[in-house]
Structure formats: C-alpha cells, structure tokens
C-alpha cells in the first residue's frame, strides 16, 4: 500500500497534476486498492478537514493584506522607516528591509510584502545608484520575512495539521525574523560601504514627527492584532478579523485611498486565493488522515530510530529532505503533507514541536526565493519585468545569509523557544 501510494503520488507529480487533485487522487485511489471503505468517506474527510475556526483566520488575514496592499499603509511605512534610518550607509536599502519586517507583522504574506513595498522601493532603490541586482534581490528575499514575522498564515497551517497553539508559534518566530532581517541590513551596510552608496539627508525632529504621526495608524495595527492574542484578549482568529476592520477603518475613512467601490474587488481577488489554499488543505488533511489510520507515521518513526540516533542528524535530514522536495513542489504543501508523518519520530527524539515548526517555515521561506516554485520569484519578475535568471542571481547573497540563520535556528533552539517559554508556558 505504502509503496503504491508513494507511486501515484509521485508520478501524479511528474505528469504535472495540480497539487490539491494529486492530493484527492493518490488517496482515492489507494482507499479503493487495498481496504473496503467507501469511497463516501473522502467528502467527509473533506468537510472534516474544514471544520475548524481556526481555518477562519486565514482568509481574514488575506483580505487584510489585500486591503492594505491596495491602500497606503505601505507607503506610510516606508515614510516612516525612510526618515528614521535613511541617512546611515545604504539608509534607502536598510529602510526598505525595516519596512518589509513592519508589513509583514501587518499582512502575514510574504507575496502581499513583496507587492506592496517592492513596488514602490525597487525603483526608489535602483534611481538612488543601488544596482538593479541588489534591489531586486533585497526587496524579493526582504518580503519573504512575511511568513516568520508573525501572524503568519504558513504557521496557522502548521498548527492545524500538528495541533500546537498559534500564540506559542507566533511568538517563536519573533527572533527568528528579526535574525534574518538583522544579517540583511548588515549585507547592505557593508555592501555601502564597499560601493561607497550614497547616503540620505538626516530628517528633522520636524519630519521625523510628521511621517511618525501620518504612519501612525499602521504602527498601530501589529500591536493591536499580536498584543491582543499574547494578551489573551481575543484569538488568533478574532485578531484577523479584527485586522480586518482596522484595516479597512484605516484606508477608507483615514488615508481615504481606497474607495468604498473597490473593497468587492479586492475581497474578490483574496477570496479566490484563500479558497486555493483551503482546498489544498483539506486535500492534504484527507491523505493525512489516510496515513495516519494506516499507522504510516509510527512505520517512519521505527525506520529513523534504527537508523538515526542523534536529534541533530535528524534535524540535518529534514533539512535535505525539505530542502529537496522544493525543487519539484511547493514547500508549504510538503509541510502540510509530511509533517505529521514525523510526529512520532519527533516524540521519540523530544524535539519540541514549535522548534519544528519555525524550522518548516524557515524552509518555506527559503523555497520561495528558490526555483521552480519560488513564488516571491514570480511576484518579483511581475513587478521587474526581469527574467527568473536575473532575479534569481540577485536573490542569491540573501539566500546564502537565510541558509546560515536556517542553520543557526536549526541547531540552537534557543532563538526560537525562548520567548514562548519566558512568556507563554
């Protein structure tokens, strides 16, 4: 049974079936083969794998990115970071990552980071003499930061299919982005300073004040939604629709550039994209609950043991693995599928399962800067008009410094367990 479903979804993969119907059809067809359920059970697994609230928070954040990527949150971010660092060695470079760190803990997207800053800064970057490379390549790895910053919708995900709580994944990943965004600002300094970039003018208390106050209400929004659920004060799925509301408050009675005709549009256009990633899913959830009755997971765990018998070694091969399956599938599907399978092996090594967890999306974030899947990629060839060769090469020095702080968090569990062990255990 094992090796037929390892077949089928393999060759499905190859053929270039869409993952979620590679999903459904690799467990239809294995349930059909070799037990005598009826075939009615996948709807039910369907709707079973939706029956969830937490699932709720999902589209909400979406909408919430959507919203605030149309409007000018983001905008009044990169004012307020711009007058704040732009006069430092490469200030207009270490802005835009300041800025990337500060939407992502708004939208929870690393595509919505990329739009939303990388439009406005790549040119800024590219007319300030900062290369076309480096500023397609800082603004493409600097929005990745969307998914470890939180909230963050890979984490939602990752909590459903391995039941930990959101308020201690949320908090692990913390320190784990401000790392990553850390080793960023340092490249670009020492790049300035190599290339000797020109420097802005140090603001005035004056503008400093005024961007400060204009920016205002979108500093506000990451302290209401994460302050609201370390708090206690609602759930991670009240605080995506309360950053909802906020959000559309915000641009449509305060910066008023949204107009109340345009929220069907966006709503629109995020509702078609949450709905993809539901049905992913519950796909997913159904060939996990097909394992999981066969004892799949147990089977891996005994395997591993025999063989492995050091955490660390552990650790390094899922990082391979991982690392691997992005070459032929999006990492955040391989997360949602694979995951479980390993919970047992997990348990037995006592690794913590947040630790984990920050691992897988500092994976995903590395598989969407790398081809063929890399979807900040695409976003950025979209904004660029670049070909993937190009933003590719640009991409590269940050994704060498990801890879050391993937590392780094992988084998020091420290930088990600601290804080929810400080604060929330």
């Not at 390993?342 to 090594?349: A, G, I, K, S, Y």
Request: glycine share 8%.
């Amino acid at each position: 049974m094992i090796t037929t479903l390892i077949v089928l979804f393999f060759l499905f993969l190859v053929m270039g079936m869409p993952i979620a119907i590679l999903l459904i059809a690799t467990t239809g067809i294995t349930l059909a083969a070799y037990t005598t359920t009826s075939l009615l059970v996948l709807p039910q697994q369907l709707f079973n794998a939706l029956d969830n609230s937490i699932l709720m928070s999902i589209p909400f954040f979406i909408i919430a990115g959507a919203v605030m990527t149309e409007g000018a949150m983001s905008r009044k971010l990169i004012d307020v970071v711009n007058v704040v660092v732009g006069h430092y060695p490469g200030g207009l470079a270490i802005a835009s990552t300041l800025a990337c760190l500060f939407f992502a803990a708004l939208s929870g997207s690393s595509p919505a980071t990329v739009v939303a800053i990388g439009s406005v800064m790549i040119p800024a970057l590219i007319k300030a003499g900062y290369g076309e490379r480096f500023s397609i390549g800082l603004l493409t790895s600097a929005g990745s930061l969307g998914i470890v910053i939180p909230p963050s919708i890979p984490m939602i995900l990752y909590c459903l299919v391995m039941n930990v709580s959101v308020a201690e994944l949320f908090m692990a990943g913390i320190l784990p982005g401000l790392l990553i965004g850390g080793s960023f600002i340092l490249y670009t300094m020492w790049r300035a300073h190599r290339n000797q970039w020109r420097f802005g003018e140090r603001r005035s208390w004056t503008e400093i004040c005024t961007a400060l106050r204009d920016g205002f209400w979108g500093l506000m929004l990451p302290v209401i939604v994460l302050g609201g659920i370390y708090s206690g004060v609602f759930t991670a799925t009240e605080a995506a629709a309360v950053s909802v509301v906020y959000a559309l408050f915000v641009e449509l009675v305060i910066y008023r550039e949204i107009r109340i005709q345009d929220v069907p549009r966006v709503c629109k256009n995020a509702s078609i994209l949450s709905a993809c990633l539901l049905f992913i899913l519950a796909c997913a959830m159904t060939l996990i609950w097909l394992l999981t009755a066969e004892r799949l997971p147990h089977q891996v765990a005994e395997v591993i043991t025999q063989h492995v018998h050091h955490p660390w070694i552990f650790l390094m091969f899922i990082l391979i693995l991982f690392l691997a399956l992005g070459t032929v599938m999006d990492n955040v599907s391989a997360m949602i599928i694979l995951s479980p399978l390993f919970m047992e092996t997990l348990n037995r090594f006592g690794i913590d399962y947040i630790h984990y967890g920050i691992i897988m999306v500092l994976v995903i974030e590395f598989g969407f800067l790398t081809p063929p899947f890399g979807l900040n990629l695409f976003v950025a060839m979209g904004l660029t008009n670049r070909s993937l060769t190009e933003v590719s090469l640009g991409v590269m020095p940050f994704l060498l410094l990801l890879l050391g702080c993937l590392l780094l968090v992988t084998f020091v569990p420290w930088i990600s367990l601290v804080l929810p062990n400080l604060l929330l255990r």
